[in-house]
Structure formats: structure tokens, C-alpha cells
């Protein structure tokens, strides 16, 4: 089968943003006097909005979630403003699927402002038609909503659309929106569930590449 879209997860995947992140809620927390428990860090990732502030909640209920939201993504602006750390694979895989004029998405759980910054830092912007972001959906990651869209905005049918994911819910969300799903771990390894699916795991990148020619699915 030729797929005929690509979407792809923003953080930890084009971008080693994840640690930026982990660095900017311990900045956070030591600000507030708070003590930061790496399961809620394991537990955020990929995630947004509701899912988000419930996640908070449960780990500093005597906080707002709401403000502690808001202001570790001004903590990350502030950390990621004049450098953007690149994962690699991700220039060769947007010129090869340029080249072949295959239209590509962003499907994010961060908000806006932060994903069209970074993408102009790294002059990522030129390659995607459409970009979903946290202000552009009700239900965050693992719902499959980010993900289908993504796929009208492009204008495809989410069985057309291959997804590229690092994060155990961002899978999920591929996964229950029918795309041909791949994940490149960063910080979290698969779960049983995505274990026993269909979803390719592979190293970077670069193997992304190596799948799509030699299945020709592209």
C-alpha cells in the first residue's frame, strides 16, 4: 500500500526537546519550593490539556495546575530560544519526503506559539502544509483526535496517513486513528500494548527512511 501523508509528533521526535522540558519543570518546581517526582516527567509526556492538568494536580494538589502549565511552557520558550536541538535523521527525512512531494503535518501537544517558533529557529516551517496544535483540540493524546485532524487538514483519510511518534500516548493516539504508526523512542520505551500491536519501533530517524523505500509505501 502507498501512503500518501506523513505526520509527525513535534517533541522528542524532530526535536531533543524532551530533556529541555524535564530541565524546565525542576526550575519550576525549585522556584515554587516544590518537589519534583520523576513519574509525573514520565507521565506528561505526550500529553495535553485536560489529561495534562490532571496529571499536575495529582502530584501538587495545593498548587494551581492551570498557571503551572502555562509557566513551564514560558520556562521552555526561555531555554529553547536561541537553540533548537535537532534529533537526527529528522533534515534528511524532511528532504526525502519533499523531494517526493508528500505532504507532511505536525500534530502537537504543545501550544502554538512554541511549535511555530521552533520550526522558524530551525527552518522547519518550509516543510509542513498544516500544523494541530494544544489550543486546536479538546481531547489530548492518547485520544486519536490530534491525529485525524491532522489527516483533514491534509486533506487524507487517516488510513492514508503514516504517523511518526516517540511517546507511549502519542502511539496510542496513531494507533486508535487507524495511521500505519511508527515510534522512535526517546526517554520512554514501548508498553505492552504497543508491543503487541503493529507499530514499527525503530532506532532514528534514518530507518524511517530505509522502511519507506523498502516496503515502497511512499
Known sequence: ??????????????????????????TLADSRGLILDLRMLDQLRGTSGKQMLKIINNYWPEEDEKILMEEVFKVAEVLLKEYVPIKPGAVELLNFLQKRSVPMAIATSSPRYLVERNLQVTGFDK????????????????????????????????????????????????????????????????????????????????????????????
Open 1 to 26: 500500500m502507498k501512503f500518501k501523508a506523513v505526520i509527525f509528533d513535534m517533541d522528542g521526535l524532530l526535536f531533543d526537546t524532551e530533556k529541555v522540558f524535564n530541565k524546565a519543570w525542576q
Open 127 to 218: 516543510f509542513f502544509e498544516a500544523i494541530v496544535c494544544r489550543e486546536d483540540i479538546h481531547n489530548g493524546k492518547p485520544d486519536p483526535e490530534i491525529f485525524l485532524k491532522a489527516a483533514e487538514k491534509l486533506k487524507k483519510n487517516a488510513q492514508e496517513c503514516i504517523v511518526l511518534e516517540d511517546a507511549v500516548h502519542g502511539v496510542k493516539a496513531g494507533l486508535y486513528a487507524h495511521c500505519k504508526t511508527f515510534m522512535i523512542p526517546d526517554l520512554i520505551q514501548p508498553d505492552e500494548e504497543i508491543l503487541n500491536s503493529d507499530v514499527l519501533i525503530l532506532k532514528d530517524l534514518n530507518q524511517v527512511i530505509d522502511v519507506l523505500i523498502k516496503n515502497d509505501w511512499i
